[in-house]
């Protein structure tokens, strides 16, 4: 995991040459510190379009705190959107 201080998320260099981002994984470590029981959570709250083409709406939240929003063609897509989002509302 490799995590560029300028960007608000994970870079990874995986071995098929494709650059991943991993927001939520940067996101459970800055909040970490906070306690085990204080990881975000991820719920699904809209899901619309037809079955082979879905856009995903997903909410991330902290002890029933919303921190952040995010859309997506899959559910992971939308949980890294939200996980991202969070992240750069810590920033500001």
């Known amino acids: 995991l490799c995590v560029n201080p300028e960007e608000t998320y994970a870079r990874?260099?995986?071995?098929?040459?494709?650059?991943?981002?991993?927001?939520?994984?940067?996101?459970?470590?800055?909040?970490?510190?906070?306690?085990?029981?204080d990881h975000p959570a991820y719920e699904i709250l809209e899901e619309t379009g037809p079955d082979h083409c879905k856009e995903f709406l997903?909410?991330?939240?902290?002890?029933?705190?919303?921190?952040?929003?995010?859309t997506g063609t899959s559910k992971k897509r939308a949980?890294?959107?939200?996980?991202?989002?969070?992240?750069?509302?810590q920033r500001k």
């Open 12 to 37: 990874v260099r995986a071995a098929d040459g494709y650059t991943y981002y991993m927001a939520k994984a940067l996101l459970d470590q800055v909040l970490g510190p906070l306690g085990d029981e």
């Open 58 to 70: 997903v909410r991330v939240s902290v002890n029933g705190t919303e921190i952040g929003r995010g």
């Open 79 to 89: 949980e890294q959107a939200a996980a991202r989002y969070a992240l750069e509302q």
